[in-house]
């Protein structure tokens, strides 16, 4: 039942634009301006027309298929399931490992092509950055044979976007350094200001075990440590913008909390994610013992307060549980956990989406587990997987989300 | 009803049936006529309803001289429908408003109503009830069309409504410029 050729194209403007506004993926509507002359030309805002709005948009599954990664969308479906973008991508981005994303669709990616060499990549345009791989020289271990400034980035974010006014763009990341004299290299963090080749020296936690998640939150990088301690880690900048220091501080928590805590479900993944102003921490778990492929997950939410002690110079914290999502969506992942309103998407009902990352042990060793992505309701307590189809491992990647 | 039994007995008791008649008869570009259940035609089409409040309707069929015949069937098809169709709450309520806050998801008949459609006849459908200021059936329509666009590359869309790719090579390197994930791997 095709249509008379080129009939379509010259559907009136104030038709194809009512059509356009019940599509609400920004890709779709980028895939429709392209189709022809006559619609692009009716889709670009005419003067003193009201531009098209683009609705709220919610994070896509960046899914690494064989070939290269492509986009599972939750607004081209029904609501329930989702569907699948595959753009073009540079040839380097093709089999790049993802290890973060940032607000604007930028991923953060490290291509085999050219030697693993990191960079900060915006899927909508193109843009890109070079992302530091070495510490800054000369400070680094110069004292001790073997060693490099050579690092890999395991999970990273940043302070703004790159191109977006105000302070300078800082980046931070959980990064393990290069093995030297028999030794594996442990898990640091590190910062950098975007554009610079050298990122600064890093810095091991000095309490709470491993860092296991970081997010921006309250003009300072936050990371969270395997004993759930919080490292507040505040940019400084010198003249010019330069990257002088971060302020470090460590929010530690209440003792009892750490460790021996008994969790009634073994706690699997730790994420940070910022959700109304507040910093929200959200344990995945299974239960004990669990070795299935795909455990039946459950997620817990917590929200720090602070103790109160008779000595003002001595702040303890405790994770406090939040019992009810109360119309919050979440999407977590290490580095680019985001929270969204129910409100903000209608159809939509709250819950967590969730992605792949049994392979938290930050090995990064191929191949990749990726099957397990989906969404948890706690009411009654749910997985879907809602990413069709299934994909079993990668050898090039984990899966990531590409933030709106 | 009292009727004056006098001269103008036959003119009037023509008169009083007509403002009693409870359809209109519509004519097509062609010279067709479609009978449509008035109650419908001026509760869906602000047009219609100016009309036949505006007593500019021809018993005889009025002319809408840009809409061909089989589009005004289904216009007419469509309010029909919809003058028999009870509203369903539970089936409003219970379906999925995915995302189109501001339009009012079509109903399971609305939407049999439109997938029977050849795409040459949907473009007519839509013109028309565009022309006919017809809201819910434009809803229902344009929801059709951006159902055949969704998740799909460019040359998907060009291939399900049969449109040329009129763009030069420097103007899509131009688009690509701005624009890269327009660009689909197919």
């Given at each position: 039942?095709?249509?008379?050729?080129?009939?379509?194209?010259?559907?009136?403007?104030?038709?194809?634009?009512?059509?356009?506004?019940?599509?609400?993926?920004?890709?779709?509507?980028?895939?429709?301006?392209?189709?022809c002359r006559?619609?692009?030309?009716?889709?670009?805002?005419?003067?003193?027309?009201?531009?098209?709005?683009?609705?709220?948009q919610?994070?896509?599954?960046?899914?690494p298929?064989?070939g290269g990664?492509?986009?599972?969308?939750?607004?081209?479906?029904d609501?329930?399931?989702s569907?699948?973008?595959?753009?073009?991508?540079?040839?380097?981005?093709?089999?790049a490992r993802?290890f973060?994303?940032?607000?604007?669709?930028?991923?953060?990616?490290a291509?085999?092509?050219?030697?693993?060499?990191p960079?900060?990549?915006n899927?909508r345009t193109g843009?890109?950055?070079?992302?530091?791989?070495?510490?800054?020289?000369g400070?680094?271990?110069?004292?001790?044979?073997g060693a490099?400034?050579?690092?890999?980035?395991?999970?990273?974010?940043?302070?703004?976007?790159?191109?977006?006014?105000?302070?300078?763009?800082?980046?931070a990341?959980?990064v393990?350094?290069?093995?030297?004299?028999?030794?594996?290299?442990?898990?640091?963090?590190?910062?950098?200001?975007?554009?610079?080749?050298?990122a600064m020296p890093p810095?091991d936690?000095?309490?709470?075990?491993?860092?296991v998640?970081?997010?921006?939150?309250?003009?300072?990088?936050?990371?969270?440590t395997?004993?759930?301690?919080?490292?507040v880690?505040r940019?400084?900048f010198g003249?010019?913008?330069v990257l002088q220091?971060?302020?470090?501080g460590?929010?530690?928590?209440?003792?009892?909390?750490?460790?021996?805590?008994?969790?009634?479900?073994?706690?699997h993944?730790?994420?940070?994610?910022?959700?109304?102003g507040?910093?929200l921490?959200?344990?995945k778990?299974?239960p004990?013992?669990?070795?299935?492929?795909?455990?039946?997950?459950?997620?817990?939410?917590?929200?720090?307060?602070?103790i109160?002690?008779s000595?003002?110079?001595?702040m303890?914290?405790?994770?406090?549980?939040?019992?009810?999502?109360n119309?919050?969506?979440?999407?977590?992942?290490?580095?680019?956990?985001?929270?969204?309103?129910?409100?903000?998407?209608p159809?939509?009902?709250?819950?967590?989406?969730?992605?792949?990352?049994?392979?938290?042990?930050m090995?990064h060793?191929?191949?990749?587990?990726?099957?397990?992505?989906?969404?948890w309701?706690?009411?009654?307590?749910?997985?879907?997987?809602c990413?069709?189809?299934?994909q079993?491992?990668?050898?090039?990647?984990?899966?990531?989300?590409?933030?709106? | 009803?009292e009727?004056?039994?006098?001269?103008?007995?036959?003119e009037?008791?023509?008169?009083?049936a007509?403002?009693?008649?409870?359809?209109?008869?519509?004519?097509s570009?062609?010279?067709?006529?479609?009978?449509?259940s008035?109650?419908?035609?001026?509760?869906?089409?602000?047009?219609?309803a100016?009309m036949?409040?505006g007593g500019?309707i021809?018993?005889?069929?009025?002319d809408?001289?840009?809409i061909?015949?089989e589009a005004?069937?289904?216009?007419?098809?469509?309010?029909?429908?919809?003058?028999?169709?009870?509203?369903?709450?539970?089936?409003?309520?219970?379906?999925?408003?995915?995302?189109t806050?501001?339009?009012k998801?079509?109903?399971?008949?609305?939407r049999?109503?439109?997938?029977?459609?050849?795409h040459?006849?949907?473009f007519d459908?839509?013109?028309?009830a565009?022309?006919?200021?017809?809201?819910?059936?434009?809803?229902?329509?344009c929801?059709?069309?951006?159902?055949?666009?969704k998740g799909?590359?460019?040359?998907?869309?060009?291939?399900?409504f049969n449109?040329?790719?009129?763009?030069?090579k420097?103007?899509?390197?131009?688009?690509?410029?701005?624009?890269?994930?327009?660009f689909?791997?197919?």
């Open positions: 039942m095709a249509a008379t050729l080129d009939r379509w194209k010259c559907l009136p403007t104030v038709l194809l634009r009512s059509v356009i506004r019940r599509v609400p993926c920004e890709a779709d509507r980028a895939s429709v301006a392209l189709v006559n619609w692009r030309a009716a889709l670009a805002t005419p003067p003193g027309e009201a531009p098209l709005l683009l609705p709220p919610l994070p896509w599954l960046l899914r298929l064989p990664p492509a986009f599972s969308c939750l607004f081209c479906s609501g329930v399931s569907t699948i973008h595959r753009f073009r991508l540079p040839d380097d981005a093709r089999t993802y973060g994303s940032y607000d604007g669709r930028w991923a953060f990616a291509s085999r092509l050219a030697d693993d060499a960079m900060l990549l899927l843009e890109r950055y070079s992302v530091p791989r070495e510490f800054l020289p400070i680094f271990r110069s004292s001790e044979p490099s400034g050579a690092m890999t980035m395991l999970v990273a974010t940043l302070s703004s976007a790159p191109d977006a006014d105000g302070d300078p763009c800082v980046g990341a959980i393990r350094s290069a093995p030297f004299d028999g030794r594996s290299g442990h898990l640091q963090i590190t910062f950098w200001r975007m554009g610079h080749q050298y810095y936690l000095m309490m709470g075990g491993e860092p998640d970081v997010v921006y939150h309250d003009g300072a990088f936050q990371f969270l395997e004993d759930e301690h919080l490292y880690c940019p400084v003249q010019g913008g220091a971060v302020e470090k460590l929010r530690v928590v209440q003792k009892h909390w750490c460790r021996c805590r008994a969790y009634d479900q073994q706690p993944v730790r994420y940070l994610v910022e959700s109304r507040e910093l921490m959200v344990v778990a299974s004990a013992s669990n070795e299935q492929r795909s455990p039946m997950w459950t997620f817990m939410v917590f929200r720090m307060t602070q109160q002690t000595n003002p110079y001595h303890i914290y405790t994770w406090n549980m939040v019992p009810s999502l119309g919050r969506i979440l999407f977590v992942g290490l580095g680019c956990s985001r929270a969204y309103e129910v409100a903000d998407f159809g939509f009902k709250e819950g967590i989406y969730f992605l792949d990352d049994r392979d938290t042990r090995n060793t191929e191949p990749y587990p990726c099957s397990d992505n989906g969404k309701s706690r009411v009654p307590p749910f997985v879907n997987h990413f069709p189809p299934h079993g491992e990668s050898n090039y990647s984990s899966p990531v989300w590409v933030l709106p | 009803m009727v004056d039994k006098g001269k103008g007995e036959a009037e008791t023509r008169k009083v007509e403002a009693d008649r409870d359809t209109v008869t519509l004519k570009s062609d010279g067709k006529l479609f009978e449509v008035k109650e419908a035609a001026a509760r869906l089409s602000t047009v219609l100016g036949i409040a500019s021809d018993d005889n069929g009025t809408l001289k840009q061909g015949s005004l069937e289904n216009v007419v098809d469509y309010c029909n429908k919809h003058a028999n169709s009870i509203p369903s709450a539970a089936l409003i309520s219970s379906s999925i408003s995915f995302n806050a501001p339009f998801e079509p109903e399971e008949w609305e049999k109503f439109v997938d029977r459609l050849s040459d006849a949907l459908l839509v013109e028309a565009n022309f006919l200021g017809m809201e819910r059936l434009l809803d229902v329509t929801h059709k069309i951006s159902e055949m666009m799909k590359s460019p040359d998907q869309i060009r291939e399900v449109i040329k790719n009129d763009y030069t420097e103007e899509l390197e131009e688009i690509r410029q701005e624009l890269a994930w327009a689909y791997d197919d």
